[in-house]
């Protein structure tokens, strides 16, 4: 975007797409099924991922999400224009993949949550695994750990934030994202020393 005439083209594209997206978006609220689906293809793919952090596999992410866009096409008519569409999108999906988790989970508080303080991964060794590998074993957490974790982590909600939306106490949500990073820290330790030991054992 080095010069005024590329510049240009960017901007025009962007107020195409927003355009586009805008009309989509209207027609949804009339019920038309060809901007549903419009609207599906464009934003699948990046809520599908959104919800494979929040489930324990593909069968139950694909659920949520098709669950997270019915709601989207129910609710669309109380989109103001104003902000991202995506976020709104987005806040959606993960509300839904709460509620599917928040009746049926049983949390447990610990009062001394210092001896899981520390028990996080090391960004250099996170980086010795891709973003598909890093959620297979987020994935595998018990479900009350993974729902915390990702709320704080991901979503960047506070402890407070997090006790108000899912019914717990800011410290129950403290331990129970003490053990996520305490679990986590083992499960990503020992899939690349295996990982490791199964490039020798091939070289």
């Known amino acids: 975007m080095n010069s005024p005439i590329t510049f240009f083209k960017y901007c025009t594209r962007n ?25 599906y293809k464009m934003l699948a793919p990046k809520m599908f991922a959104v919800c494979l952090r929040y489930s324990r596999d593909r069968g139950e992410a694909e659920d949520n999400l098709q669950d997270g866009f019915i709601k989207v096409f129910l609710k669309i008519s109380d989109y103001s224009f104003k902000g991202s569409f995506e ?8 509300n839904v993949c709460i509620e599917k988790y928040r009746k049926k989970i049983i949390f447990q508080s610990v009062e001394d949550i210092g001896i899981f303080e520390d028990k996080w991964v090391e960004e250099e060794v996170v980086e010795k695994i891709s973003e598909g590998e890093l ?29 108000e939306k899912i019914g717990i106490s800011e410290g129950t949500s403290k331990s129970n994202l003490a053990r996520a990073r305490m679990i986590l820290k083992g499960k990503v330790e020992t899939y690349i020393r295996k990982k490791e030991e199964r490039t020798q054992f091939t070289a």
Not at 87 to 94: M, T
């Open 87 to 94: 976020g709104w999108v987005r806040k959606i999906i993960v």
């Open 135 to 163: 959620i297979s074993i987020i994935q595998d957490l018990p479900p009350q750990y993974r729902l915390v974790f990702n709320l704080y982590v991901i979503e960047g909600l506070s402890h407070k934030e997090i006790a």
């Open 15 to 39: 107020v195409v797409l927003e355009k586009e997206l805008e009309d989509i978006i209207r027609n949804c609220r009339k019920g038309k099924r060809g901007a549903q689906s419009a609207l």
